[in-house]
């Protein structure tokens, strides 16, 4: 697992996508670009043998991020209405914005993709080992929905959040 130095202004964006920022919209996005952006220039992949898969609608703006840096192919996939296309590229790195438990990306992860993601919750983490990139590892998991504070085991959804929807 890679996951990307702590340095002041990465903590900056950290702090806007944690689930209490009260952050929402497009200052919400740009900051998930930004660490796609961040998480990218440590990667070594060769962008003509790469495409990112942003998982949506979450990872869009992530994915984003890693693409405009890495100068690679890119596609979505949506997983409640599709069925997964693998790329044709050699190189393959699934982006999401959050993985709680990891069903989604396991459902179509091959051993030679990479996953790329802002958080992920440790469980996940430790279950993905030598394929994952991500900002930060959390403890935390709880399910989203339409609500701004977390209480309890419920909290405010990341997608509802970047599209400005609560």
């Known amino acids: 697992m890679f996951e990307l130095e702590k340095n002041p202004e990465v903590q900056r964006f950290i702090q806007v996508t ?8 497009p200052e919400l996005a740009l900051a998930h670009m930004e660490l796609g952006r961040r998480l990218a220039e440590r990667m070594d992949f060769n ?13 869009l703006f992530f994915a984003e991020g890693l ?4 100068g690679c192919r890119f596609q979505t996939y949506d997983p409640k209405r599709e069925t997964f296309q693998r790329p044709a590229t050699p190189k393959v790195i699934l982006a999401d914005a959050v993985i709680n438990t990891g069903k ?3 459902a179509i992860l091959e051993p030679d ?8 919750h440790e469980r996940a983490a430790a279950d ?3 394929q994952l990139y991500t900002v930060r590892v959390s403890g935390n998991s709880f399910v ?3 609500v701004r504070r977390q209480s309890g085991a419920v909290g405010p959804d ?5 599209f400005n929807l609560i």
Not at 67 to 70: E, K, P, R, S
Not at 113 to 120: D, F, L, R, W, Y
Not at 158 to 162: D, E, I, K, V
């Open 18 to 25: 944690k689930s209490d920022s009260g952050v929402s919209g």
């Open 47 to 59: 962008p003509a043998e790469t495409t990112v898969v942003a998982i949506l609608r979450g990872g």
């Open 67 to 70: 693409y405009f840096q890495l």
């Open 104 to 106: 989604t990306i396991r």
């Open 113 to 120: 993709m990479t996953v790329a993601c802002c958080v992920a």
């Open 128 to 130: 993905l080992r030598d």
């Open 144 to 146: 989203g929905a339409e």
């Open 158 to 162: 990341t997608t509802l959040r970047l």
